[in-house]
């Protein structure tokens, strides 16, 4: 059975792996998203630890429940956001949400909110944290001279403006992966609301990826490349380091890699993706005399 505290320390992984800002610290400007109401930042905070706390509270909880359900506790705080009737929700509410707009922990509203700017979805900010934390992606320094700021525009889209800066060859080392990201999430505004247009224009959510280890990947709205992503190997990898790095307390280094790899195996083996055999091979092993404690 799992224990308290060990349960407590799971989810502090998960909330420092996915960076969800505490509710009095996120960014959002409340003149440009009024409806972002410190409340609104609470309840999108405690559903995102509801829903984490029902997943981990299994027997054997597996990381598919997390990234790909398609229901979520939402409480009329949370109704806007959702486009649900808030008549429909009595307290906190375990509800079925909209399977072609909704896709796991990736689409709930603090998440997004968390790697949102003050007035606009900040698509790169969102395609770093992607490239980073989810995918485990190398990205090294801009370039120099590169603009670090997107330069405004009239009549384009948030994608138009990234895309118009960051299609020269200096910039794809690292925008080949970072666009992607950002470009999938785009029918998400930055509270998490969704929406078809950006300033009157309609959104082009369309990606097309190469560096899965899968093959090309093509996608034309955010669940559809959610799914693809992680289902794919690269994805599984980076959960497996990110696990390793939070309670070894350190980055892996190179004598680490059988362990990493054992660790990946069994985790993939039939697309099991059970956690706590991740929690008990590390427990396990040896290397667990190097581990610096996690706060």
Not at 229 to 234: A, E, H, K, P, Q
């Amino acid at each position: 059975r799992w224990r308290p505290l060990a349960r407590a320390k799971l989810m502090r992984f998960f909330t420092s792996w996915l960076e969800v800002k505490e509710p009095d610290t996120f960014t959002i400007d409340p003149l440009i998203f009024p409806a972002f109401t410190p409340q609104v930042a609470l309840a999108a905070v405690q559903e995102t630890e509801a829903f984490l706390k029902h997943q981990l509270s299994k027997a054997a909880p597996n990381l598919k429940d997390i990234t790909q359900s398609t229901e979520s506790f939402v409480s009329s705080a949370l109704a806007e956001i959702y486009d649900i009737q808030s008549s429909n929700l009595t307290g906190t509410t375990l509800v079925q949400l909209d399977a072609t707009r909704r896709y796991g922990i990736f689409t709930q509203p603090a998440v997004i909110a968390s790697h949102s700017g003050p007035a606009t979805t900040r698509l790169v900010k969102r395609g770093v944290f992607f490239t980073r934390k989810v995918m485990c992606l190398d990205m090294g320094a801009p370039p120099n001279g590169i603009a670090m700021v997107t330069p405004p525009a009239t009549a384009v889209t948030e994608r138009d403006r990234v895309e118009s800066v960051t299609t020269p060859s200096t910039c794809q080392g690292c925008h080949r992966f970072i666009n992607p990201f950002g470009f999938m999430q785009e029918n998400y505004d930055a509270i998490g609301r969704w929406r078809t247009t950006d300033d009157g224009h309609a959104i082009n959510a369309s990606i097309a990826t190469n560096f899965l280890d899968e093959g090309s990947m093509t996608a034309d709205a955010p669940v559809e490349a959610l799914k693809q992503f992680t289902n794919s190997l690269r994805f599984k990898q980076c959960f497996v380091r990110q696990l390793f790095r939070f309670y070894m307390g350190r980055t892996e280094t190179p004598s680490d890699s059988p362990l990493l790899r054992k660790m990946f195996f069994a985790f993939a083996d039939n697309d099991d993706q059970n956690i706590v055999l991740q929690l008990k091979l590390l427990a396990e092993s040896s290397r667990m005399s190097r581990r610096v404690e996690a706060p």
